[in-house]
């Protein structure tokens, strides 16, 4: 199996006595401290939405767009999907 580019480097360089330098991708190492509880919020809204559309019979929380107030639950739901995605 042939040898990585990176691997080939650096036994050229200890043969040659030289310093190697290998560099990492400089990323953020911690989540922004507006996202988890941003995506908490989300989740939360979104069972309140669905639990009170239930819970009041289709009548609530939004009375003139019936049964698209699943929708709207579901989009908050996913949005804290989305957002738990970029958590680390």
């Not at 009170?52 to 929708?71: D, K, L, S």
């Amino acid at each position: 199996m042939p040898k990585s580019k990176l691997r080939k480097k650096v036994a050229e360089a200890r043969a040659h006595n030289q310093e190697v330098v290998v560099e990492t991708p400089h990323g953020p190492l911690e989540s922004p401290k507006w996202l988890a509880p941003t995506m908490v919020a989300a989740f939360l809204i979104g069972l309140f939405w669905i639990v009170i559309f239930y819970v009041t019979q289709t009548q609530y929380p939004i009375p003139g767009i019936g049964a698209w107030n699943m929708i709207v639950g579901f989009s908050f739901i996913g949005v804290g999907f989305s957002l738990a995605t970029r958590w680390r």
